[in-house]
């Protein structure tokens, strides 16, 4: 069925241009609010939840949510879900979209913001098309997250109940229409904190504990494990990285060269489709840290000490490609002429928790390339592919 792709790419268009960094959602939230009003969905249809009250961060807004009663000969089946996420990593801030032929590009040196604005343009779109041509469908709830790319806080926050018990979930975020994304790796974020003991490196460096140097022993334990970078254990494999290194927020590590560093904060993460190994990789960096702390000491004989923290940031999950969502989804995709391909991401979805919450969700792109880059653009043709997806999902039998 066409899709008015004019108007599909007037509405991209519109929500680029309006900034909404993770956790600065408030602006972009009344924009797609006036959008949807604008496709004649009825105020009393949207409302916002109270997911920001339960995120641990500050988050200006809750999650987005839309009711659309179904309509016609399918008005009494199941509920089905479509959903994004609403936020951009602060690399957009400051975007100005440009179209350029059958591409959307940035003329500021930012990040563009397609992941996942291009996401907000196609529930839009699926909303404009339902109510504009009266098309049959089950009963579908809209779901536009905060902060998924700060943790998924919006999706691992949000009340199932407010959703209306939704069979099944077809959430839209990077890459091709026809990617049919059926699993995403686990992930558990962790933080290290580095106790040593200040003195003049110039006249007593030997009563100091350089926290530096327990950083060094442990990254260097690390690697030589094999437990920094791509992990590959066996037939297990997964993904590790060491982030900021900072002195605490807003400070360095270490106030001067002459001053031996006694406070180090590392933030890191690990990653795996195996529940139980992103578990063992975090596992080998804690270890690493407390045995470096242990053989750094100073002229006294006092050693280091280490503050290990680690938390699940989200699950990983892999769907069978006999259940139904999967089914449908593959079928929806051959229904508009492209070729399905079934794959698992590296990265962590919305769909994490929303399969988490008992809701299988398959995921798809919308155009979205280069995100998280300043060479980021958007593919408009497959851009016109999501939305005519996410209407062949909400219509057919």
Not at 31 to 58: F, H, K, M, S, Y
Not at 352 to 378: K, S
Request: proline share 4%.
């Amino acid at each position: 069925m066409p899709v008015d792709t004019q108007a599909a790419a007037s509405r991209l268009m519109r929500f680029l241009a309006v900034e909404g960094v993770t956790g600065q959602e408030a602006a972009i939230g009344r924009e797609l609010i006036a959008a949807l009003q604008d496709c004649g969905v009825p105020a009393g249809a949207i409302r916002l939840d109270d997911a920001n009250t339960r995120i641990p961060v500050p988050t200006q807004t809750g999650n987005l949510i839309v009711d659309l009663p179904g309509r016609g000969a399918m008005h009494n089946q199941p509920r089905i879900m479509f959903m994004t996420h609403m936020d951009t990593v602060p690399l957009c801030a400051g975007a100005k979209p440009k179209l350029v032929g059958r591409k959307i590009v940035n003329e500021a040196k930012t990040a563009l913001g397609g992941d996942n604005r291009a996401g907000c343009g196609v529930l839009v779109t699926l909303a404009a098309e339902l109510a504009n041509k009266q098309l049959d469908h089950p009963p579908i709830t809209l779901l536009f997250c905060v902060r998924e790319e700060s943790g998924l806080y919006g999706a691992r926050h949000v009340k199932t109940e407010d959703l209306g018990t939704p069979v099944m979930t077809f959430n839209y975020d990077g890459g091709a229409a026809s990617d049919v994304t059926i699993g995403a790796v686990g992930a558990d974020r962790w933080q290290v904190e580095i106790f040593g003991r200040a003195s003049h490196a110039g006249v007593a460096p030997e009563r100091g504990i350089s926290s530096t140097m327990i950083l060094a022993l442990a990254l260097t334990e690390v690697k030589a494990g094999g437990w920094f970078g791509k992990v590959v254990k066996g037939k297990r494999q997964g993904t590790s990285n060491v982030g900021p290194v900072t002195g605490g927020e807003g400070r360095p590590a270490g106030d001067a060269t002459n001053v031996v560093t006694d406070y180090v904060h590392v933030r890191g993460e690990s990653r795996s489709h195996d529940a139980k190994f992103f578990k063992e990789i975090t596992k080998a960096y804690k270890a690493a840290f407390e045995n470096a702390a242990k053989r750094v000491k100073n002229s006294h004989g006092r050693a280091g000490r280490v503050k290990f923290k680690a938390e699940t940031d989200y699950y990983p999950f892999r769907m069978k490609e006999s259940l139904l969502v999967v089914r449908r989804a593959v079928a929806a995709v051959t229904g508009i002429g492209a070729t399905p391909t079934i794959r698992a991401a590296n990265g962590g979805l919305d769909a994490n928790w929303m399969v988490r919450h008992g809701v299988p969700t398959v995921t798809f792109g919308a155009g979205q390339n280069e995100v998280h880059t300043i060479d980021e653009w958007i593919n408009l043709d497959e851009y016109d592919r999501a939305c005519a997806l996410a209407v062949q999902l909400a219509t057919m039998r």
